[in-house]
């Protein structure tokens, strides 16, 4: 662990090191290289650590399909990402290290990408061991000279070849997975995305494409990519404009901001921090008679500026003490976990004794929720004030978070 740190210190002072552009190329592909071995020797790290927990949770009677609980999170916290990221990650590098052995190499020495070696996994992963094996050793002597977009295109094209009815059957299962998902964009925009089949999706498309060309045609002064982000979200919402949207609004900001012209920016519910000025034309502008915005105020504490009480004269909603741990915590309150939440959970738990309070409660996702039960790890609110939450896993390795600033 030492000689670990140490490196990354001497890579801090690498560049005032480096003296021309020859060497500063040299360095560019010796850090890559760098990057790659460094991603494999953690994979191997993360498939002991994962094998050792799992044996241990089963050791102290945790049922086998439960036994892999709680390793996604910790591995989570350790890399800063979510449990779910990690998850996929432990799962990939199980499949490099067991299944792929050459791909692994490859990754192990340099020579390709963790992007590259995900891909051969995730491509691979219907297949039957035998038939995954054989498409590693093909793609061994081709997968070094590739780009990230041909390894893929291989991986597929090989992974099809091996077992075709397989490639059907994943198929299958795709259009199972058809989803519909919110991400925030830059400038307070946000990308709704749709997973379909392959017809429908083209098939969705081409109705958009068709009625913003005839719009055009008659001189309608939008872009026809206006257009057509305009009409689908009429079409979604019922609307007579895209503008005309009716919501309850979950703005958090201060009472300044919203009356006063102070610019501290607010935060909407389920995007993120918006400027103030947006969020005050979002509150008034929209009060139209095509539409009605409703506004819940929230209070926050002056000092901790965290969401700390809730007006509760709502109308067509109750559980205003619901409500409020949601907008206070915003997305699950596990450290790195950007889940939404799911569950709300008694940080002492209510059967023993914990109150359910703002205080002694706070918003997870499912998986955050389950895992704080298994052996080994605890939850305690050490700052009421600033409600900071400590996670202790069973490592004995300790986590804190605090509320987003409202």
Same mark, same amino acid.
């Given at each position: ?31 890559? %290289?760098?990057?790659? *071995? &460094?991603?494999?020797?953690? @994979? ?5 650590? $994962? !094998?050792? =927990?799992? #044996? ?92 990230? %977009?041909?390894?893929? *295109? &291989?991986?597929?094209?090989? @992974? ?5 009815? $397989? !490639?059907? =059957?994943? #198929? ?110 979002? !509150? ?123």
């Amino acid at each position: 662990m030492h000689e670990l740190t140490g490196l990354v210190d001497r890579l801090a002072a690498l560049p005032s090191a480096v003296v021309d552009d020859a060497e500063r190329i040299d360095v560019i592909a010796a850090l890559e %290289k760098l990057k790659a *071995a &460094a991603g494999a020797a953690q @994979a191997q790290i993360i498939t002991q650590f $994962a !094998a050792s =927990q799992e #044996a241990a949770n089963t050791a102290t009677g945790v049922p086998a399909r439960h036994a892999a609980r709680g390793v996604p999170e910790q591995v989570g916290l350790a890399r800063r990402v979510s449990p779910a990221a990690a998850a996929r990650q432990v799962t990939q590098a199980r499949a490099l290290i067991e299944q792929l052995p050459a791909t692994f190499t490859l990754w192990q020495r340099g020579e390709i990408s963790e992007h590259v070696a995900t891909i051969v996994a995730t491509e691979t992963s219907h297949l039957a061991a035998d038939d995954r094996q054989l498409v590693d050793k093909q793609l061994a002597g081709l997968l070094p000279t590739l780009s990230p %977009k041909r390894a893929h *295109a &291989a991986a597929r094209r090989l @992974a099809i070849e091996a077992d075709p009815r $397989a !490639a059907v =059957q994943r #198929a299958g299962r795709a259009r199972e997975d058809r989803l519909v998902s919110i991400r925030p964009a830059p400038d307070t925009m946000a990308v709704l995305s749709a997973l379909l089949p392959c017809e429908q999706g083209v098939a969705a498309y081409a109705a958009l494409r068709r009625h913003a060309d005839t719009l055009v045609g008659a001189g309608d002064g939008r872009s026809r990519d206006q257009i057509m982000a305009d009409t689908l979200v009429e079409r979604l919402t019922g609307q007579a404009t895209a503008d005309a949207v009716s919501a309850e609004i979950g703005l958090v900001m201060t009472d300044a901001a919203l009356l006063a012209g102070d610019d501290t920016a607010a935060d909407l519910d389920d995007y993120g921090p918006v400027p103030a000025e947006l969020a005050r034309t979002i !509150a008034r502008g929209c009060d139209t008679e095509q539409a009605r915005v409703f506004v819940r105020r929230l209070f926050t504490d002056p000092a901790a500026g965290i969401v700390t009480g809730c007006d509760p004269r709502r109308r067509r909603f109750d559980g205003s003490l619901a409500k409020l741990l949601v907008y206070r915590d915003r997305t699950c309150r596990d450290p790195f976990c950007d889940a939404p939440i799911r569950h709300l959970d008694h940080i002492r738990p209510h059967a023993a004794g914990g109150a359910t309070t703002p205080t002694n409660g706070r918003g997870v996702c499912e998986r955050g929720n389950y895992v704080r039960h298994m052996p080994g790890w605890s939850i305690h609110l050490i700052d009421p004030r600033r409600h900071v939450v400590e996670t202790t896993t069973p490592t004995g390795h300790r986590y804190r978070s605090t509320p987003p600033h409202g």
